[in-house]
């Protein structure tokens, strides 16, 4: 038997819930966040061919749906992970900074203003309401965990081909450099750090772990699914914040970079009967002016996460905010669900929107652009 301790922590609190609902450490939704970087890890060996992916990926994991000669089957996964415990978090309402974040302008007018932390972490982060008798900012499942909270990963395995070792120690360096785990994870809230000297703390070009792992953006719309971090002519998709000293610093200039490029999406627009338009390739639901009455009719109103990730990363004694792109085309399940002038529309502007986000992350005054292969 092998194993590897990995030390691991959070740079932003994490909503990441017990049974209860209530925040704590637990081990399925770190296995389930290895399997899927592994996924992206690997995925130029399988040359993106998404069937043969996902049966390695049972084989190594664990699954009870592979077949063979027709017949289904089953198997343990190979791989296992255990924390070294399932502490509940300690960062209480009573102790969450609510006065200490920036806030951002969401209008064009410039009379709406939402603090940060609400704008990225809506949901798990309730507003003040009289209407619902909360007089401050409140932890909807009080508590969370904190951030420098550290714990003990330890994945454990049998016997594993060479090859399968360094497609895992490959994945947990994309999990250090991209992952999150718990509610609004795609915002930055969760960002994980595995504190070991073994990986970079932030991607760095050139590293065999991010060459395996980049593809040319437009190349990626082919797929449907998150496989490749996207690069074009001046580098990978990634850009960075300038050096920031705590995480509500990095909290409120993620917030301020996702409004700006959802205004940008914005812009792109069906003049036609039905509504749809650039926001809906960010995620949706998209907000209340952008239903989709085609989503609104079906029994099970459906949901689409974005592709445009947000994260906090260590830069020495520093923390930086980070985004970067998962490329991937709109769904075709939910593409066939809109009317034939959506879909047209939508397939003769969708690179050009990406486009266009992308321009606006090269150009914005708080991020810069890291070059590479």
């Known amino acids: 038997m092998e194993k590897m301790e990995i030390p691991v922590r959070f740079l932003t609190p994490a909503f990441l819930g017990d049974a209860e609902q209530k925040g704590a450490w637990r081990s399925p939704p770190f296995k389930a966040l290895l399997r899927q970087w592994w996924r992206v890890a690997v995925a130029q060996a399988y040359g993106y061919n998404y069937e043969k992916l996902r049966e390695a990926e049972g084989l ?7 077949k063979s000669g027709g017949n289904a089957w089953a198997s343990k996964s190979q791989l296992r992970i255990k ?54 900012k409140t932890l909807k499942n009080s508590p969370a965990i904190g951030p420098d909270v550290a714990n003990i990963m330890t994945l454990i395995w ?93 909290i409120g200039r993620l917030a301020v970079i996702k409004v700006d490029v959802r205004r940008t999406a914005k812009r792109f627009r069906f003049s036609g009967l039905g509504q749809i338009g650039g926001i809906h390739l960010l995620g949706y639901p998209a907000g209340k002016d952008w239903e989709l009455k085609e989503f609104k009719s079906l029994q099970t109103e459906p949901r689409l996460a974005s592709q445009l990730r947000f994260k906090a990363v260590q830069d020495g004694e520093m923390l930086r905010g980070m985004v970067f792109h998962l490329p991937a085309c709109f769904p075709d399940s939910l593409f066939k669900k809109l009317a034939p002038p959506q879909q047209k529309w939508l397939k003769e502007h969708e690179l050009e929107i990406w486009a266009a986000v992308h321009r606006t992350l090269d150009t914005h005054t708080m991020l810069q652009k890291r070059g590479g292969n």
Request: hydrophobic share 35%; net charge positive; with cysteine.
């Open 158 to 250: 049998d016997s594993l081909p060479d090859a399968q070792k360094i497609s895992i120690n490959d994945a947990l360096v994309l999990c250090n450099w991209f992952g999150t785990v718990g509610s609004r994870g795609r915002n930055g809230w969760g960002s994980l750090c595995l504190t070991t000297d073994v990986f970079p703390s932030s991607p760095k070009m050139g590293h065999p772990s991010l060459s395996k792992v980049l593809r040319e953006w437009k190349e990626c719309m082919k797929e449907e699914w998150p496989h490749a971090i996207g690069k074009d002519k001046s580098g990978p998709l990634i850009w960075f914040t300038e050096p920031l000293q705590d995480w509500k610093k990095v």
């Open 60 to 66: 190594l994991f664990g699954h009870a749906w592979l």
């Open 83 to 136: 924390l070294n415990n399932w502490d509940p978090g300690s960062l209480i309402n009573n102790h969450w900074p609510r006065k200490e974040f920036d806030q951002v302008i969401t209008s064009k007018d410039g009379k709406n203003k939402v603090d940060a932390e609400i704008y990225l972490g809506f949901g798990p982060i309730i507003p003040p309401s009289k209407k619902l008798n909360i007089p401050l």
